[in-house]
């Protein structure tokens, strides 16, 4: 038997690929990768054709179940590969997720990982950066946050609570996220954190953007142009106020933390 060979593509939205199958005797070699790329390879050998052929018909139906379609090779044009558009909160998000790889956990390592990629932004993104964080800091300025804080740290004054919130922009765009959406949440990370010995909070990047701007041009006026924050406290803080071990609201609001840090 000679060799034959099967060509299939899928272009649809982002995806532009293309899946190649070839049986040469009682051997398949597979070949895909992006349409206008020589993609990557790799041969499969058997005991037999009908083995090999067996096996190639399966790796072409499971490609047309998944939408790929039988095409002429070279017919289709080569298309460049798409970017995800990110907007502000995106690029920070962004920032802080690669600040956080190779960190293991480690605030201060994280810390220098994000310095190390803001020193190569321009003073535009620098601003951009800082707003951001403001704006997150002003979002999570919450009574149902401020009093997980207390259960976990044991207290929290407002400039602790300014710490934490800090801390938690740290962790990255989903725990953020899910502690507002559900303060209590936040029960498995902190006990990981109590385990480590984490203070939960992060002063130190309060001020991370400024303090760039300045080594790099010498100036001062990194605020001057940056809207002001005035955030207002969004919540009753008189739900959590009395934060004790036989505090019914307190319990009821946050049942896993109150299971971790207050005593029975």
């Keep these: 038997m000679g060799v034959e060979t099967s060509y299939l593509e899928l272009s649809v939205g982002t995806s532009h690929k293309f899946y190649e199958v070839t049986v040469e005797t009682t051997r398949v070699i597979l070949r ?12 499969c050998a058997f005991d037999s054709e009908d083995q090999a052929q067996s096996f190639a018909q399966r790796k072409i139906d499971e490609k047309l179940r998944k939408g790929y379609q039988h095409a002429q090779l ?3 044009e080569k298309k460049p590969i798409e970017k995800p558009f990110l907007d502000e909160r995106g690029i920070f998000w ?3 997720e690669l600040s956080r790889k190779g960190s293991g956990g480690d605030l201060y390592v994280q ?4 310095r190390h990629r803001l020193v190569n932004l321009s003073d535009e993104e620098l ?3 800082d707003r951001v964080f403001w704006e997150l800091m002003d979002e999570s300025y919450r009574a149902d946050l ?6 976990i740290k044991g207290g929290c004054s407002d400039d602790s609570f300014d710490y934490f919130r800090a801390w938690l922009i740290m962790q ?7 502690a507002l959406r559900n303060p209590d949440g936040l029960a498995p990370r902190a006990r990981r954190g109590r385990e480590v010995g984490d203070e939960f909070e992060f002063e130190d990047v309060l001020s991370i953007a400024s303090a760039i701007y300045e080594a790099k041009t010498g100036r001062s006026d990194f605020y001057q142009n940056q809207p002001a924050r005035e955030a207002s406290l969004v919540g009753d803080l008189d739900a ?3 934060v004790d071990s036989t505090a019914e609201n307190t319990r009821r609001l946050y049942p896993r933390l109150c299971k971790l840090f207050l005593n029975e």
């Design 146 to 151: 401020w009093g997980a804080a207390y259960l």
């Design 240 to 242: 959590w106020s009395d």
């Design 127 to 129: 601003h951009s950066f």
């Design 32 to 43: 895909y990768g992006r349409i206008g790329t020589e993609g990557r390879s790799e041969e």
């Design 172 to 178: 990255g765009q989903q725990p953020y996220t899910e």
């Design 111 to 114: 810390l220098d990982n994000l």
């Design 74 to 76: 070279g017919a289709t």
């Design 94 to 96: 962004r920032l802080i």
